[in-house]
């Protein structure tokens, strides 16, 4: 790409109908922008266990409605 945006940034801005995303990192990775417009949207995001009040706490994938653990 030659913009010089990280393809991880630019699929979760353009995946705006996205209603549950699995993400298997333990630790939030950095990231600008999970979604570009939140607004009245529920996501859920479901992490490894163990790493939910890390998605929690960390900037942007807070945004996310739910942060479950993976089962």
Same mark, same amino acid.
């Given at each position: 790409? +030659? +913009?010089?945006?990280?393809?991880? #940034?630019?699929?979760?801005? $353009?995946? #705006?109908?996205?209603?549950?995303?699995?993400?298997?990192?333990?630790?939030?990775?950095?990231?600008?922008?999970?979604?570009? +417009?939140?607004?009245?949207? $529920?996501?859920?995001?479901?992490?490894?266990?163990?790493?939910?009040?890390?998605?929690?706490?960390?900037?942007?994938?807070? #945004?996310?409605?739910?942060?479950?653990?993976?089962?």
């Amino acid at each position: 790409m +030659d +913009d010089g945006k990280r393809i991880g #940034d630019y699929c979760f801005l $353009h995946c #705006d109908s996205l209603r549950q995303v699995t993400i298997l990192a333990p630790t939030p990775p950095a990231i600008t922008n999970v979604f570009a +417009d939140t607004t009245g949207l $529920h996501r859920t995001l479901f992490v490894p266990q163990g790493s939910v009040e890390a998605y929690q706490q960390a900037p942007y994938w807070q #945004d996310f409605a739910e942060i479950k653990a993976i089962e």
